[in-house]
């Protein structure tokens, strides 16, 4: 049984009077690839700020192993004009060479290292920020839509990559076709709770259906033994041996 890195007990937070999470419960074990999916403004990218602790809860509880080490794949990077590849990787644990080997699947070649990095479209940034990542060797990633602005050559760099990461990491993606081919759980972020389920996107749909046709059997059986109960009160609730059974 793998063990677990990350567990988040009744989780609170808000901002104002808007609830965004209440008594969020869940955990992330070694190797698990999470989605994380839900409507816009859901609180997604607030649940990865409170999870990797750069954002506090409001009530509840989060739990990090103490073997967890942390990568974040945020969405915005901002650097200098003069900042080269090769700078950017410097704190990196990896010594350089093992990261520009690494940088090869990534389609990063040695010449790459040299330029600015603001010389380079979206998709090798990305491909320098998945490098420094991988730099620093976590064993628990948290990518905020990593396929915004990339082409299809970097997407399908990004989506390899993932499907062989032996790490664990949690994904926001709106791509069902990228979630559906790089994970093997979904958490669903929804009215200010969040629920795993096992399995990729399409089990994640089979399973919400079968709640769904569950919960509608349970509101017909509901309704249906109301309307009963209705019938026999009109029916004999005016009898007198039947007044105090109605």
């Not at 990196?92 to 040299?114: A, N, Q, V």
């Amino acid at each position: 049984m793998s063990a677990s890195l990350l567990q988040v007990f009744n989780g609170e937070k808000s901002f104002g009077a808007r609830i965004l999470f209440s008594h969020v419960t869940f955990a992330v074990n070694e190797g698990e690839h999470i989605g994380v999916i839900g409507p816009n403004g859901a609180g997604k990218t607030t649940l990865f700020k409170m999870l990797s602790g750069s954002q506090d809860l409001d009530a509840g509880q989060i739990v990090r192993s103490q073997n967890l080490h942390l990568g974040y794949l945020e969405q915005e990077v901002r650097w200098s004009d003069e900042e080269t590849i090769e700078s950017y990787l410097e704190p990196c644990s990896l010594p350089i060479w093992e990261l520009k080997k690494i940088g090869r699947d990534l389609g990063l070649k040695e010449s790459d290292y040299s330029k600015p990095i603001n010389s380079f479209s979206g998709g090798y940034r990305m491909r320098a920020k998945l490098l420094y990542l991988m730099g620093f060797e976590p064993n628990l990633m948290f990518l905020d839509e990593p396929t915004n602005y990339l082409d299809l050559e970097t997407v399908i760099v990004l989506e390899n990559f993932l499907q062989g990461y032996r790490g664990a990491f949690l994904l926001i993606s709106h791509d069902r076709e990228f979630l559906r081919r790089t994970t093997d759980h979904i958490v669903e972020i929804e009215g200010g709770e969040a629920t795993k389920y096992n399995g990729n996107i399409d089990d994640y749909f089979e399973q919400k259906a079968l709640l769904r046709e569950q919960l509608e059997r349970q509101v017909w059986s509901q309704d249906a033994r109301r309307k009963e109960i209705e019938q026999f009160v009109a029916r004999f609730g005016a009898k007198a041996t039947k007044a105090r059974q109605a």
